[in-house]
T-cell receptor, first 117, second 112 residues
Framework: AQKVTQAQTEISVVEKEDVTLDCVYE???????LFWYKQPPSGELVFLIR??????QNEISGRYSWNFQKSTSSFNFTITASQVVDSAVYFC??????????????FGTGTRLQVTL | DSGVTQTPKHLITATGQRVTLRCSPR?????VYWYQQSLDQGLQFLIQ???????AKGNILERFSAQQFPDLHSELNLSSLELGDSALYFC???????????FGEGSRLTVL
């Protein structure tokens, strides 16, 4: 069975601080996808990134960066120079990859990030 | 805007009642997924349809059912509602081969 663990329930930082959100996953599949989603106070789930299991290159998108390490089954998310608008709940998720088609997502419990002035 | 449309956005009903939640996927997406988000259970996968056929089933109660129609929109039917069914119900869609799911804004169900 697949499992995603986000051990950090809540993190508070002051604006401009860097913050890393941890994600550890478990799966028996050799091919899978990893995701991060953002859920702002308005409630919608916003897709941030997808990573294939065979692509361990780190990725940077503006102030966001992701560190995928297969050896430790981790897919951590760093926000550099955090801003108040980053305040949200962030979910890490895992899915099987069957024939290139997305399968159901297994979500972690989420990390609530609070960025204050 | 993800392109996934869910109606209604909010719904308040009483225990024992039945409700239907509707989802229109993004144009071209054949897969539709339903998720339930509650405080105690987190985000739980309910069911997936692909081009009208049930593809995968998760923690969906027998009181709940879903279907995907030929125009690819989907409906989630919740019956004999209980207080514990109060939750945010998300629909998501994906295109084959892409991997990522795009979520609607959710339907917030309150059972009184």
């Amino acid at each position: 069975a697949q499992k995603v663990t986000q051990a950090q329930t809540e993190i508070s930082v002051v604006e401009k601080e860097d913050v890393t959100l941890d994600c550890v996953y478990e799966t028996r599949d050799t091919t899978y996808y990893l995701f991060w989603y953002k859920q702002p106070p308005s409630g919608e789930l916003v897709f941030l990134i997808r990573r294939n299991s065979f692509d361990e290159q780190n990725e940077i998108s503006g102030r966001y960066s992701w560190n995928f390490q297969k050896s430790t089954s981790s897919f951590n998310f760093t926000i550099t120079a955090s801003q108040v608008v980053d305040s949200a709940v962030y979910f890490c998720a895992l899915s099987e990859a069957r024939g290139g088609t997305a399968s159901k997502l297994t979500f972690g419990t989420g990390t609530r990030l609070q960025v204050t002035l | 805007d993800s392109g996934v449309t869910q109606t209604p956005k909010h719904l308040i009903t009483a225990t024992g009642q039945r409700v239907t939640l509707r989802c229109s996927p993004r144009s071209g997406d054949l897969s539709v997924y339903w998720y339930q988000q509650s405080l105690d259970q987190g985000l739980q996968f309910l069911i997936q349809y692909y081009n009208g056929e049930e593809r995968a089933k998760g923690n969906i109660l027998e009181r709940f059912s879903a279907q995907q129609f030929p125009d690819l929109h989907s409906e989630l039917n919740l019956s004999s509602l209980e207080l514990g069914d109060s939750a945010l119900y998300f629909c998501a869609s994906s295109v084959r081969g892409a991997g990522e799911l795009f979520f609607g804004e959710g339907s917030r169900l309150t059972v009184l």
